[in-house]
């Protein structure tokens, strides 16, 4: 059975040149996503700044920005943007649903981590790979999540 990984802090990678091109492949939190479907600047830095074929997001991510859809014009435009944008959409494993299910198991009491937020800081794990996000007091917790923060 999958599960959290090591037992310290998560490490964040610095964005100390906002203009130089991310060359580690990153999983995107949907924080990210929605800023860039508001067109705000510093989201689409961001995004410009990773090259597609090192972009992912969780189908989580991917069900939330729907979610999030007012009529069938948003629901377009997020569909179009989420093909458009990502290489690949994470499916939910066993893995990823055990590990989730004992992120909050251990961290209920303490933190009430968003049952989303744990699939997503899971499905990172799972995939050995850096997650992207500006809420960064969501995943601090998350023992050997790998977080890259964004600033809008």
Same mark, same amino acid.
């Given at each position: 059975?999958?599960?959290? =990984?090591?037992?310290? $802090?998560?490490?964040?990678?610095? %964005?100390?040149?906002? %203009? @130089?091109?991310?060359?580690?492949?990153?999983?995107?939190?949907?924080?990210?996503?929605?800023?860039?479907?508001?067109?705000?600047?510093?989201?689409?830095?961001?995004?410009?700044?990773?090259?597609?074929?090192?972009?992912?997001?969780?189908?989580?991510?991917?069900? %939330?920005?729907?979610?999030?859809?007012?009529? /069938?014009? %948003?629901?377009?435009?997020?569909?179009?943007?989420?093909?458009?944008?990502?290489?690949?959409?994470?499916?939910? @494993?066993? =893995?990823?649903?055990?590990?989730?299910?004992?992120?909050?198991?251990?961290?209920?009491?303490? $933190?009430?981590?968003?049952?989303?937020?744990?699939?997503?800081?899971?499905?990172?794990?799972?995939?050995?790979?850096?997650? /992207? @996000?500006?809420?960064?007091?969501?995943?601090?917790?998350?023992?050997?999540?790998?977080?890259?923060?964004? =600033?809008?």
């Amino acid at each position: 059975m999958g599960g959290p =990984q090591g037992y310290g $802090r998560p490490c964040c990678v610095g %964005e100390k040149d906002p %203009e @130089t091109t991310v060359s580690s492949t990153l999983i995107f939190d949907t924080d990210i996503l929605v800023s860039y479907t508001k067109k705000h600047a510093g989201a689409l830095k961001f995004l410009a700044r990773v090259p597609l074929a090192e972009r992912r997001i969780s189908v989580i991510s991917c069900l %939330e920005l729907m979610h999030g859809c007012r009529d /069938a014009r %948003e629901l377009r435009d997020a569909n179009e943007f989420l093909a458009e944008a990502f290489v690949e959409v994470l499916p939910l @494993t066993p =893995q990823i649903c055990d590990s989730a299910r004992l992120l909050m198991k251990r961290y209920v009491l303490s $933190r009430k981590p968003d049952p989303h937020d744990t699939l997503i800081a899971s499905t990172a794990l799972a995939a050995g790979e850096v997650l /992207a @996000t500006g809420n960064i007091k969501h995943f601090d917790f998350v023992p050997g999540l790998v977080l890259s923060a964004f =600033q809008p």
